[in-house]
Nanobody
């Protein structure tokens, strides 16, 4: 089992940047595919991106491609989401998730563990 704790959210102006962190407990971090999802008020949770165990295979939603970057640091048991050129439509609660299943997939059902989320608000 793994516990996930997100941090780094906040209020930022459009065009700004934020870096979210997700710290994982336990010594099996490297066995998990890590994903980021977000949920805006009144909307369903949506996939943002994911990274495989070794960090060399990534997947992004079209809406964030070329603006967001996922990375992981196994020494720190942490996965990051760097968000650049933020837009008001990026406003949401952002969640990290861990999956024992194969490649970095966009479906929330394949993720076994979830963090509590961190709020990101982008003002226009």
């Amino acid at each position: 089992q793994v516990q996930l704790v997100e941090s780094g959210g906040g209020l930022v102006q459009a065009g700004g940047s934020l870096r979210l962190s997700c710290a994982a407990s336990g010594r099996t971090f490297s066995t998990y595919v890590m994903g980021w999802f977000r949920q805006a008020p009144g909307k369903e949770r949506e996939f943002v991106g994911a990274i495989n165990r070794s960090g060399d295979r990534l997947s992004y939603a079209d809406s964030v491609k070329d603006r967001f970057t996922i990375s992981r640091d196994s020494a720190k048991n942490t996965v990051y989401l760097r968000m650049n050129s933020l837009k008001p439509e990026d406003t949401a609660v952002y969640y990290c998730a861990a999956s024992l299943s194969g490649p970095p997939l966009p479906m929330s059902r394949v993720y076994d563990y979830w963090g509590q989320g961190t709020q990101v608000t982008v003002s226009s």
